[in-house]
C-alpha cells in the first residue's frame, strides 16, 4: 500500500513531495504531470490494473458504451482519417462556427499547442500542471477549477479556459467565453485511450499548427 504521508515522516528532510520519496523507496512507478498512471503503478507492484482505482483520471461513471462504438468503426483504422466530418459534427454539438474550432490528440496536445503559440501563466496556484507559468501574458484557468472543483463565476477573467470537465459539472457543452478555449471529450466519453481534444479559437487553424 503507498501511503501519502508529510515529508518529514520519513525521518529526514527532503523537498521532494512524500508521495514521490514514498514511491521511490518502494519501486514504485513516481505518477506523471497529467495522471492516469494506473497501469504503470499496477505493473511496479505485480498487479492488474483493473484492480487498480486511478483516482487520478476522472472519467464519467455513467458515459456511453465507447467501447461497442469503436467495434462498429474498427475498420476505419484501414483509410488515412480526416477530421473535417468530426470537426463538423462537435463544432455543431458545441454551437461554434466550424472554422473555430479544430480537433487534438486529447486535451494534453490543446494545451501545449496553445501555449506554444501565446504562452501565459495562471493567475494563482494551485493550477492544472499541464498550463504554462509565465509571469505575463494569456491568464490559464480550469472551469471547473482543478484541483479544488469550483465553478468560474461571472466575474471571473481567463483568456484561456479549460473545459474538459465542464460538461461533467454543468450539464451544457461549453461556457461560450471570449478568448480561446481547450477541452476535451474523453472525461464526458470516459474513452482517455481515444484522445478526443479540441481548441475553439478565432484563429485555431494557427494555433493548431504542428
Request: a negative charge.
Amino acid at each position: 500500500m503507498v501511503v501519502v504521508a508529510p515529508a518529514d515522516w520519513l525521518g529526514g528532510e527532503s523537498e521532494a513531495p512524500a508521495t514521490v520519496v514514498l514511491m521511490a523507496k518502494h519501486g514504485i512507478s513516481p505518477a506523471g504531470l497529467h495522471g492516469g498512471d494506473a497501469a504503470a503503478v499496477a505493473e511496479s507492484l505485480g498487479l492488474d490494473p483493473a484492480s487498480m482505482l486511478d483516482l487520478s483520471q476522472n472519467l464519467n461513471p455513467f458515459a456511453p458504451d465507447v467501447e461497442q462504438l469503436v467495434r462498429e468503426h474498427a475498420v476505419a483504422v484501414r483509410r488515412y482519417p480526416s477530421a473535417d466530418a468530426a470537426q463538423r459534427l462537435l463544432a455543431e454539438a458545441l454551437d461554434v462556427d466550424v472554422n473555430r474550432l479544430r480537433l487534438t490528440n486529447g486535451g494534453s496536445e490543446a494545451i501545449a499547442l496553445v501555449a506554444r503559440e501565446i504562452g501565459g501563466g495562471v493567475a494563482r496556484e494551485p493550477e492544472f500542471s499541464l498550463y504554462p507559468r509565465g509571469r505575463d501574458g494569456p491568464i490559464w484557468r480550469s472551469d471547473p477549477h482543478s484541483p479544488g472543483g469550483s465553478l468560474a463565476g461571472a466575474e471571473v477573467h481567463a483568456d484561456v479556459w479549460d473545459e474538459a470537465f465542464y460538461p461533467l459539472a454543468t450539464g451544457r457543452w461549453s461556457g461560450a467565453r471570449p478568448g480561446v478555449t481547450v477541452g476535451s471529450l474523453t472525461k464526458t466519453f470516459a474513452c482517455p485511450g481515444l484522445r478526443l481534444g479540441y481548441v475553439i479559437a478565432d484563429d485555431a487553424e494557427r494555433m493548431t499548427q504542428n
